[in-house]
């Protein structure tokens, strides 16, 4: 995905961290653009030393907003098209620097922000607060969507920035080292906020990523998808590539076969009863040199079309117990779990797990184990429900499967709760666990025996 980076910069603090923010972006596997705005008029861009006059000239043009004709370096970057667009926005006297406002008041801005998120870095002194809330306004009415800011000031106290800010405009060399036998910060942003572009660009990036970037299309496969590319609480990111969740992988065709075998993966879990890996055998690459764990168990969703065809069934009482399965299936399905982190922990990847329609099996389990890495729960939860841009498909594999002739002749509104990716049922799961083992890492230690170590490797092996 490509972003562009729009930035001014004078004193080049802005510059930097437009260089920290590109090697996030090249780093999270994105095209970053940058493009820097200045005036077209070389008469009147900033140049240092800056007289009192010419700063008391740009602190008024600022404070009221004013608008200059500008240029754009590469003159061609704005033409592209892009999926984020990334603002610098200097304080000049409390505002946005004139040349960021007039790009934002451009029919430039309005061209490339129709429709894009954006996000803004706020490259100030110490004034942060008006200079955001302008371009975020401004961004919005050029037709952007807002997606997060972060404020970069300087290092040192309110007088002591103002005083080396001044003095380092003001002169052409670097600016005064003291002031009144007081020793002033170092001139630019501090090294504290700044170590803060990182995770924050990574998240930015991760939220205008669609989740559908984690899809793995295929023609026969359902519901195939990475587990990685999401932040975690502490700053880190789980590595893509290593873990992927699937439903039914019974209709793979050639191609899709070959993407599998492309992505690598060594080994997959089958969370599947008998019964199902009978009626529906995973197709593999040829030569099939995957390692391939399966447990010796019967289906246990007898209840659940219990519920379903039983004489005046209703959708409520089927989602009922949906959310009563989801209490328990952390417990039925504790030793495909157990063996699921066992060898996340200890054994090779990439790794596939899944189920039939990648939903409750898998995602009880995708849910564990991204909350084991640290992801926060509402992201867990969003995982968790992107299943549901797989319902048409699971409503075909429903009809088709020879297990379902129970219930396909009920009225499908009836049972349409069992197909869903309703946050109730995650939410009943993480509830049940919470309550018993006060938190999903004593749910693993205490009923899948994968200790404090084992969850320790897994986080090592899947964090970066
Ligand atoms: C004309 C002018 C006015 C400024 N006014 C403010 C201000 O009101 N508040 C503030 O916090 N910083 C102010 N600053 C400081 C800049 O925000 C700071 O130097 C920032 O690092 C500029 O970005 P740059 O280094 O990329 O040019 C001003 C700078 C200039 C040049």
Redesign the pocket.
């Known amino acids: 995905m490509k972003c562009l980076l729009l ?11 437009v260089d920290a923010v590109s090697a996030a972006c090249r780093g999270a596997g994105w095209l970053p653009v940058v493009c820097r705005v200045d005036f077209a008029a070389e008469g009147e861009r ?1 140049k240092r030393p ?1 007289s009192i006059g ?2 008391k ?3 008024g ?2 404070s009221r907003g004013d608008k200059l004709p500008v240029t754009y370096d590469p003159p061609q970057a704005l033409a592209e098209k892009f999926d984020l667009i990334l603002l ?1 926005s ?6 946005p ?2 040349p960021i406002r007039s790009f934002l008041e451009s029919a430039d801005a309005a061209r490339v922000l129709a429709g894009t998120p954006f996000a803004v870095y706020i ?6 607060r008006d ?1 955001l809330d302008t371009v975020r306004r401004l961004g919005e009415a050029a037709g952007g969507r807002f997606v997060d800011s972060l404020t ?3 290092s040192g106290g309110a007088v002591s ?2 005083v080396q ?1 001044t003095s ?2 003001m002169r052409a060399g670097s600016g005064w080292t003291h002031f009144l036998g007081v020793p002033l910060p170092a001139y ?2 501090s090294p504290e906020k700044f170590s803060e572009i990182e995770p924050f660009t990574r998240r930015v990036l991760e939220r205008v990523e669609a989740p559908e970037s984690r899809i793995v299309p295929l023609e026969g496969g359902h519901n195939f998808r990475d587990i990685g590319g999401y932040s975690t609480a502490d700053g880190k990111c789980v590595r893509r590539g290593l873990v992927f969740r699937s439903g039914s992988m019974a209709d793979l065709t050639l191609p899709d076969q070959e993407r599998i075998a492309q992505l690598g993966v060594k080994v997959v879990c089958d969370f599947r009863s008998n019964r199902e890996r009978e009626n529906r055998p995973s197709r593999w690459p040829e030569p099939a040199s995957i390692d391939l764990w399966t447990r010796d168990h019967d289906s246990s969703v007898g209840a659940l079309l219990d519920a379903i065809s039983v004489p005046g069934a209703t959708a409520a009482a089927v989602r009922a117990k949906m959310i009563e399965i989801y209490h328990t299936l952390p417990y039925e399905q504790a030793d495909s779990y157990s063996e699921l982190f066992r060898r996340i922990a200890t054994g090779p990847l990439p790794l596939v797990f899944h189920c039939s329609a990648g939903k409750d099996r898998t995602g009880i389990a995708a849910a564990l184990l991204l909350t084991v890495l640290g992801v926060p729960r509402e992201t867990v939860i969003e995982d968790y429900i992107l299943t549901e841009r797989f319902f048409e498909g699971l409503c075909r594999l429903v009809k088709t499967d020879p297990t379902s002739s129970r219930f396909t002749a009920v009225d499908p509104s009836i049972w349409d709760p069992m197909l869903r990716a309703d946050a109730a049922y995650i939410e009943a799961t993480f509830d049940t666990l919470t309550q018993r083992h006060g938190s999903v890492g004593g749910y693993l230690r205490e009923v899948l025996g994968i200790d404090d170590q084992l969850q320790s490797a897994v986080r090592l092996k899947l964090l970066e």
Not at 90 to 95: A, C, E, F, G, V
Not at 123 to 128: N, Q, T, Y
């Open positions: 930035y001014y910069s004078f004193t080049g603090q802005a510059q930097r961290a900033l800056l010419d700063i000239r740009w602190t043009a600022a610098f200097n304080t000049w006297q409390k505002s620097s004139v490259v100030c002194r110490r004034l942060w200079n970069l000031p300087h920035s103002l800010t380092y405009m630019g942003l």
